[in-house]
């Protein structure tokens, strides 16, 4: 059974071209979370999807972010016109069906750099 | 505001030492987890305590929790180079839905 699996590992951009950041959840697994992570700083919670909708994007920036979890396929964030501040490691993760102990598994990330 | 807020945000220590890390959160939980990242890496988790629970060991972690004080603390005994990572508490919220963590404890071990 492999792990959360994340592609690109690392993601290279110029100002206002778009990133397209991919999670495949572990098998099994209905739930799917994005957070990003600059250096130094711990994980902020963007995104919490399941497959075809979104649960809670109360972390997700308002304009040029957007998330999705489709039926079939993995969970993509994409991030639109991108700037410099969007540098950072944007990790996915995944879990089984909630319930009060649920833990979360994580991919090796995605470092995307703004050039 | 993060739900959870971890001290020290570094700890450097001799290898064979004990590292004693704590976790504050703000709002009621269900459980509480502590996980580690490698630098550049994904975190892992190392283990989960229940609301209902004060403490809980698993080989060289030992975890506690205080729900009156709203805190957690991790205890890492006879510590190894290996052990050198960045070390997050995370809860979920009330809703279940959303897992936040704390700034993290950056720790070296040194050999």
């Known amino acids: 059974n492999a792990g959360v699996m994340q592609n690109p590992r690392h993601l290279v951009r110029r100002r206002g071209q778009e990133a397209r950041l991919r999670c495949s959840p572990m098998?099994?697994?209905?739930?799917v979370y994005w957070y990003r992570q600059l250096p130094e700083e711990g994980l902020k919670f963007m995104v919490y999807?399941?497959?075809?909708?979104?649960?809670?994007e109360s972390g997700m920036p308002k304009e040029r972010f957007s998330a999705e979890f489709p039926k079939e396929g993995p969970s993509i964030l994409r991030i639109q016109q991108v700037v410099r501040g969007d540098s950072a490691a944007y990790f996915c993760?995944?879990?089984?069906?909630?319930?009060?102990?649920?833990?979360?598994?994580f991919g090796q990330g995605t470092r995307l750099t703004v050039v | 505001s993060q739900q959870g807020e971890e001290d020290p945000q570094a700890l450097s220590i001799q290898e064979g030492e004990n590292a004693t890390m704590n976790c504050s959160y703000k709002t009621s939980i269900n459980n509480l987890q502590w996980y580690r990242q490698n630098s550049g890496r994904g975190l892992v988790h190392l283990i989960l305590?229940?609301?209902?629970?004060r403490e809980k060991h698993s080989g060289r972690l030992r975890v506690t929790l205080d729900t009156s004080k709203k805190s957690s603390s991790l205890l890492i005994t006879a510590s190894r180079a290996a052990d050198t990572a960045s070390y997050f508490c995370a809860t979920f919220n009330n809703a279940g839905n959303m897992l936040t963590f704390g700034g993290g404890t950056r720790l070296m071990v040194k050999p």
């Open positions: 305590i229940r609301s209902n629970e």
């Open positions: 098998k099994g697994h209905s739930h």
């Open positions: 993760a995944s879990s089984p069906v909630l319930t009060g102990d649920t833990e979360a598994f």
């Open positions: 999807l399941q497959k075809e909708n979104i649960i809670d």
